[in-house]
């Protein structure tokens, strides 16, 4: 089961941007049976290492490119065993997306997997969506609920325009936004109506509203 020991090395192993160690280290807790949803937390908390080691010039972008294709290979070997663990009742449409000016979308395929085996029906519209294609496909799949991912802080402006468009549009259904760098104080700068930086939560957000 998942430790304090076993977290650090994997949580260092991704930091460090060694894939094999990483590789090895998700491999070695699943054959232990260990949380494959604790495994992704773990990875997330070495991404965002990375990622303060680019703000420090530690790393460029060749590293946060490099922790990116290491943490999608993780997911690779963790979405069969999540799909297999998790499941639930048929729940409502989701429209997701990440906004425009934002490539980043390890975080919204991590959502659109766990609400997927949640039996929610998920149209995710990939990245960097502008508000205008968020307006069209809200009047297509009429969802229950619309997500946005963000990561950059450049991306709040975007996530703003795209709720005030979908609301000049008649869209009442909730609004959750979600990303590593959100707060409550960007959640109501962009008229979100939830917030979170956790997939579950998100999930669990997404239940309760649907
Ligand atoms: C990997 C990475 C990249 C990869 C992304 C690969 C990919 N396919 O996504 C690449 C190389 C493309 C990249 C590019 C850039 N990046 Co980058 N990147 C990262 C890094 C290291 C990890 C992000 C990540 O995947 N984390 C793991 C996932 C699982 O976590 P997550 O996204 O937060 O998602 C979780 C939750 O937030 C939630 N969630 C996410 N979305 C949603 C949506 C909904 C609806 C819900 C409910 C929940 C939810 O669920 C997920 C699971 O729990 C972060 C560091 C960090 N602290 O996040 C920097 C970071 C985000 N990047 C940064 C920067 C600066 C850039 C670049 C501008 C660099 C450059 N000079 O070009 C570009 C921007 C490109 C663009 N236009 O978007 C900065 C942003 C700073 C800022 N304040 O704006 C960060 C914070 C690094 C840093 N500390 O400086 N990056």
Redesign the pocket.
Known sequence: MGNTDTSAKLITAIADLQEEATLDHVRQRLAVNDDPLLI?KD??EG??Q???R??RNEYF?AG??M??EI??QVMEILQPVVKRQVSGQASGRVL?GTVE????????N??NMLLSCHRFAVHDLGV?VPPTIFAEEVAKVRPHLV???G????AYEAMRETVTLLRSEGYQGPI???????NEKVCQYVGADQW?????I?VE??QRHS
């Open positions: 992704m990875c997330k991404m965002r990375v990622g303060e680019y703000e972008l946060l490119i922790a990116g943490f999608h997701l000016g934002d490539i980043h979308d390890l975080g919204k991590i959502v960097d997500g946005l991912s990561l950059l802080t450049s959750i936004i979600g990303g590593g760098q959100l979170t930086t956790d997939a579950v998100g957000l997404c």
